[in-house]
């Protein structure tokens, strides 16, 4: 969705150069910024890892950051009736699984790397992040064992609320097997496999990073390794290829409401199941009156208008 050159001087998303100028306060950043967060925390993760990079340019933000803010804003227009879905299946057997990856240098200006994860269940998205690591990483293996121990931490607390959730309602527990992670950065499996290793190439990687190990060790968690084309958790560190990231993004349940539901189905039936989805899309018309500029709004408005008439809902002016 958003191309980097390899270039830094040519890199759209680099911190702001001397002889730029600062976006006057007219313009809406802090704003376009805080409601694709709520977006992208929400129902949309496909943009998470775009509005990070753009959030960290926040105190002093550019023309071309602007721009890119605008891109996302044109990606949403065009996906507006894209969401996370769950469907409902009779007999299900829904378990817990974890993808991560991590982006080597994805800030070269600074020289941090970029953590990302999702975990999924029933095929769908339930819990995902992209963020900027605090460390700076020595290697792409580093940078691995980095956002493997955030999304191990992450696997334990989801572990934990599914349990107390299946066991108040007098299910069966499902948290008896390990929750399998995908990773595919084969030295960090094996290092999960060994535990700490005190040598020349891993002695400066603190032993808190190998909690992953004691984990594992516990059957709590299985690493496991996944080729990298199929890491879902892609989506989140870097950017990727049109083909790809769509493929990604379809592999974390995100699809089109009007994709989903057959054509034979009752428009009742839709609009009972958009629940949460109406609501955000009302939530972002209000946004959008406020973030972006008179010419895109009304496009952006007008496409509002028009699903919401296909759906049967009343726009109060």
Same mark, same amino acid.
């Given at each position: 969705?958003? !191309?980097?050159?390899?270039?830094?001087?040519?890199?759209?998303?680099?911190?702001? @150069? @001397? @002889?730029?100028?600062?976006?006057?306060?007219?313009?809406?950043?802090?704003?376009?910024?805080?409601? =694709?967060?709520?977006?992208?925390?929400?129902?949309?993760? /496909?943009?998470? *890892?775009?509005?990070?990079?753009?959030?960290?340019?926040?105190?002093? #933000?550019?023309?071309?950051?602007?721009? &890119?803010?605008?891109?996302?804003?044109?990606?949403?227009?065009?996906?507006?009736?894209?969401? =996370?879905?769950?469907? +409902?299946?009779?007999?299900?057997?829904?378990?817990?699984? %974890?993808?991560?990856?991590?982006?080597?240098?994805?800030? #070269?200006?600074? !020289?941090?790397?970029?953590?990302?994860?999702? *975990?999924?269940? %029933?095929?769908?998205?339930?819990?995902?992040?992209?963020?900027?690591?605090?460390?700076?990483?020595? $290697?792409?293996?580093?940078?691995?064992?980095?956002?493997?121990?955030?999304?191990?931490?992450?696997?334990?607390? =989801?572990?934990?609320?599914? &349990?107390?959730?299946?066991?108040?309602? %007098?299910?069966?527990?499902?948290? /008896?097997? #390990?929750?399998?992670? +995908?990773?595919?950065?084969?030295?960090?499996?094996?290092?999960?496999?060994? !535990?700490?290793?005190? &040598? /020349?190439?891993?002695?400066?990687?603190?032993?808190?990073?190998? +909690?992953?190990?004691?984990?594992? $060790?516990?059957?709590?968690?299985?690493?496991?390794?996944?080729?990298?084309?199929?890491?879902?958790?892609?989506?989140?560190?870097?950017?990727? #290829?049109?083909?790809? *990231?769509?493929?990604?993004?379809?592999?974390?349940?995100?699809?089109?409401?009007?994709?989903?539901?057959?054509?034979?189905? $009752?428009?009742?039936?839709?609009?009972?199941?958009? !629940?949460?989805?109406? $609501?955000?899309?009302?939530?972002?018309?209000?946004?959008?009156?406020?973030?972006?500029?008179?010419?895109?709004?009304? /496009?952006?408005?007008?496409?509002?208008?028009?699903? %919401?008439?296909?759906?049967?809902?009343?726009?109060?002016?």
């Amino acid at each position: 969705m958003i !191309g980097r050159s390899l270039d830094l001087k040519k890199n759209p998303f680099r911190p702001r @150069d @001397d @002889d730029e100028d600062v976006l006057e306060a007219e313009v809406s950043y802090l704003s376009a910024i805080g409601a =694709l967060l709520y977006l992208a925390q929400c129902t949309r993760p /496909d943009i998470s *890892f775009a509005v990070n990079l753009l959030a960290r340019h926040s105190s002093a #933000p550019t023309q071309r950051h602007w721009t &890119g803010i605008k891109t996302i804003f044109r990606y949403l227009k065009g996906t507006i009736d894209m969401g =996370l879905f769950y469907p +409902y299946r009779e007999s299900r057997n829904d378990v817990l699984v %974890g993808f991560a990856d991590a982006g080597y240098l994805s800030d #070269p200006h600074k !020289g941090h790397s970029q953590s990302g994860y999702v *975990f999924t269940m %029933g095929n769908t998205a339930i819990s995902w992040r992209s963020t900027k690591q605090t460390l700076v990483a020595t $290697s792409s293996n580093h940078a691995e064992i980095i956002a493997l121990h955030e999304v191990v931490r992450e696997c334990i607390w =989801l572990r934990s609320i599914i &349990g107390h959730i299946r066991s108040t309602c %007098g299910l069966r527990s499902a948290t /008896d097997e #390990p929750t399998s992670i +995908y990773e595919d950065n084969a030295a960090c499996i094996e290092q999960m496999k060994q !535990g700490f290793i005190k &040598g /020349d190439n891993t002695k400066h990687i603190a032993p808190k990073y190998f +909690y992953n190990q004691q984990q594992q $060790s516990l059957l709590k968690i299985q690493v496991n390794q996944v080729r990298s084309e199929n890491n879902v958790a892609d989506l989140f560190t870097k950017s990727l #290829p049109k083909f790809t *990231f769509e493929k990604h993004v379809k592999s974390i349940g995100s699809n089109s409401v009007l994709r989903v539901f057959r054509p034979h189905e $009752s428009q009742r039936n839709i609009n009972k199941v958009l !629940g949460s989805s109406f $609501s955000m899309i009302t939530r972002l018309k209000m946004l959008l009156n406020n973030v972006v500029k008179k010419v895109i709004k009304v /496009d952006l408005v007008n496409s509002l208008h028009a699903l %919401g008439e296909s759906l049967e809902i009343k726009w109060s002016n």
